[in-house]
């Protein structure tokens, strides 16, 4: 009798710990993921730079919500290699996360209207746009292409840079400007009378100093933290594009990770587009003054409407070759726009 006792007192000891177990596992499942995980995060900018620091507010985040078992490993100022390398490199698996806005046209052609000249007024515009159903089928375009959408950034108005005042497309006449190669611009500028070429941005410097190109368009923060301050005298306040650039995952990583990983992911990035948000309108004039102090002039006297005028011709005839209905969506981000 007492043998039998025992043997049922040891069952019930091994039961009661299977349960135990059972409880443990099922708690965790809901509070951290039961293993850990690291995530590349490739930037083309310095921790420095405004996009720098909401990387590392989200890498911080990662940590503190996870228990620091999922880890962002930030890889700032292409030091993995360009926008274009990361994006490769994110359909084999050697990267996970980068930043990247209209030039993924290449993988979805929706993509150009992220950075669409002349088709936005302002950042609250582009917002707009984003929380349209033409903002939900970008984002499900790169869903396709193979890139989930965590949160977007506001870009600062790209602006023009010369050594001459630029009032009216008349003063680009015959003037030679550097362009990224983004052929919709190209073909824009080229149509209003400038003179375009394609040159890398680490090149730019040096072929405006040695008179190569006198123009080039950027946003504020660009324009400073490359120097030209020091061989353009002017910005012009064309203010011609406005843009947002997406924070992507590897959509075959995002798929890979466990429910809870996802879930700390998406409460996170949640947070971050709060987070981005605020940091850009609090501090999108630094860059301004900061040409300001190191001697620019700002040209704020331009007919932005002639300039329109002048490149819309190239604009509607760039996005109605490229199909997939582009510029009927451009046509419906300007009346999604204020002012139009």
């Known amino acids: ?30 509070t951290a993921p039961t293993k850990n995980l690291k995530l590349k995060y490739d930037l083309t900018v310095s921790l420095e730079h405004p996009w720098g620091v909401a990387a590392s507010h989200f890498k911080d985040l990662m940590a503190q919500k996870s228990g620091d078992t999922i880890v962002v490993e930030i890889y700032p100022s292409s030091t993995s290699g360009s926008e274009a390398d990361s994006l490769a490199g994110m359909q084999v698996g050697t ?30 515009d582009v917002q707009k746009m984003m929380e349209s159903e033409i903002g939900k089928q970008i984002v499900a375009d790169f869903e396709k292409a193979g890139y989930h959408m965590l949160w977007y950034q506001l870009r600062a108005a790209r602006q023009l840079t010369s050594n001459v005042p630029i009032t009216t497309p008349a003063d680009l006449k015959g003037r030679k400007m550097r362009m990224s190669g983004n052929p919709l611009h190209t ?56 843009s947002v650039i997406f924070n992507v ?35 999108k004039d630094d860059y301004k003054q900061k040409c300001v102090e190191k001697g620019m002039q700002i040209n704020t006297n331009v007919d932005r409407e002639a300039f329109k005028q002048a490149m819309m011709p190239a604009i509607q005839e760039y996005l109605v070759g490229q199909g997939d209905n582009l510029w009927s969506m451009y046509q419906e981000i300007e009346k999604i726009s204020s002012g139009n």
Request: proline share 1%.
């Open 1 to 30: 009798m007492k043998k039998a006792f025992s043997v049922f007192a040891m069952m019930a000891v091994m039961v009661t710990g299977l349960l135990a177990n059972g409880s443990s596992e099922s708690a965790g499942a809901k």
């Open 249 to 283: 995952i590897s959509a075959k990583k995002y798929a890979s990770l466990t429910a809870d990983q996802k879930r700390i992911l998406d409460e996170t990035s949640a947070e971050m587009q709060t987070f981005v948000n605020d940091l850009y309108f609090a501090h």
């Open 187 to 242: 073909n824009m500028w080229n149509k209003a009378g400038a003179v375009c070429s394609a040159i890398a941005l680490n090149e730019t410097f040096n072929a405006l100093s040695q008179g190569v190109v006198e123009m080039q368009e950027n946003p504020y923060d660009f324009i400073y933290d490359n120097s030209f301050y020091e061989v353009q005298k002017y910005t012009n306040e064309t203010s011609h594009v406005y």
């Open 95 to 124: 990267t996970d996360m980068t930043m990247t806005g209209g030039s993924f046209a290449g993988y979805a052609k929706s993509a150009v209207l992220l950075e669409a000249p002349w088709a936005y007024n302002s950042e609250r």
